[in-house]
């Protein structure tokens, strides 16, 4: 998600859970192979498994990108099909990709070509006003058999190209869930990953029946602790050190002490990420608003932290100031 899932967020999300994948922001072949590489691809060795979501649509041009990607040690390349941003739509690529599927196809070879990576597509149900399944069989169909992509991850909605917002896009179009699980029956040797409108953990749950995987987008940033459990109920890990809330907080502020030695960070640029950690809990406001207090930039983080904790102590109650 675009300024939101950055290296210090995905850390944050390290620490909730150990084993969901997780994905960079979308980033385009144009950055990478114009602008400051590290800026865009390092990332913390916690962060693994990790995938780095890939915006383009020259086959060429994501052929070196994958490359950079294998060689900063990412996990999976997934290529951008899905956002329907007009400014997205101006560099020929994301969501408007979908009517070109033997493009598409060609991109995903050339990656696939230069790395041992998987390479993975990432995508809506349909483009505009074409809600017609046969629309989206197709369009993975033809990516698998030319392009010999084997994961897809799917929006379940359409993307509408004109006339709608980024955030409309995700509200607006109709969720059909189902046409997700008609692609998992009519490609039983693909893998799908199905995405949108899917927060609470029973209707993960749900889903898990009829796919191979779900994406939890917005719900995990704004209620990360919701991802608490996934690693025990969902990613078959026998043994689960569950940190607390209070834990992942303290760990969060030692790694903003790291990133401001090591690179001059300012704490702010990463509290933000963590702003929904004790949402629900008593005193979660209050210690929201220490945490995004502009008065408090000039402390150290560790600081802030102690004036947060006279509000918000483990267990969600108020607590004493940390030592």
């Not at 980024?166 to 607006?172: A, G, L, T, V, Y």
């Amino acid at each position: 998600m675009m300024d939101w899932t950055d290296r210090h967020c995905r850390f944050f999300h390290r620490l909730i859970t150990q084993r969901a994948r997780l994905y960079t922001e979308m980033v385009t072949t144009g950055a990478l192979l114009h602008g400051d590489v590290p800026r865009h691809l390092d990332f913390d060795p916690a962060e693994h498994p990790l995938a780095l979501q890939l915006g383009g649509s020259e086959p060429d041009d994501l052929a070196r990108c994958a490359r950079l990607a294998a060689r900063w040690g990412y996990d999976e390349i997934n290529l951008n099909c899905g956002c329907p941003s007009e400014r997205v739509q101006r560099g020929a690529f994301g969501a408007c990709l979908m009517v070109e599927p033997a493009l598409v196809a060609d991109c995903v070879a050339a990656m696939r070509d230069v790395v041992d990576l998987p390479v993975t597509v990432k995508h809506r149900i349909g483009v505009d006003r074409v809600e017609s399944y046969d629309f989206v069989r197709d369009f993975v169909g033809t990516v698998a058999e030319r392009g010999g992509c084997q994961v897809f991850v799917v929006h379940a909605r359409n993307a509408w190209l004109q006339g709608l917002s980024p955030k409309e896009n995700r509200e607006i179009p109709p969720l059909r869930h189902g046409f997700v699980h008609r692609l998992a029956l009519d490609f039983p040797d693909l893998v799908f990953v199905v995405n949108g409108g899917i927060a609470q953990p029973q209707q993960v749950a749900e889903q898990l029946a009829h796919v191979d995987g779900v994406m939890v987008g917005r719900e995990a940033y704004h209620n990360p602790w919701s991802m608490a459990q996934w690693d025990a109920d969902f990613l078959n890990v026998a043994e689960v050190a569950l940190r607390t809330r209070a834990q992942v907080e303290e760990a969060m502020v030692a790694y903003m002490e790291r990133e401001q030695k090591a690179r001059g960070t300012p704490w702010r640029q990463i509290a933000r990420h963590m702003l929904g950690l004790w949402n629900g809990m008593p005193g979660a406001r209050r210690w929201r608003q220490v945490w995004s207090d502009h008065r408090h930039a000039a402390l150290p983080a560790r600081e802030v932290w102690a004036i947060a904790h006279q509000v918000v102590g483990a267990g969600g109650t108020p607590g004493p100031m940390p030592a």
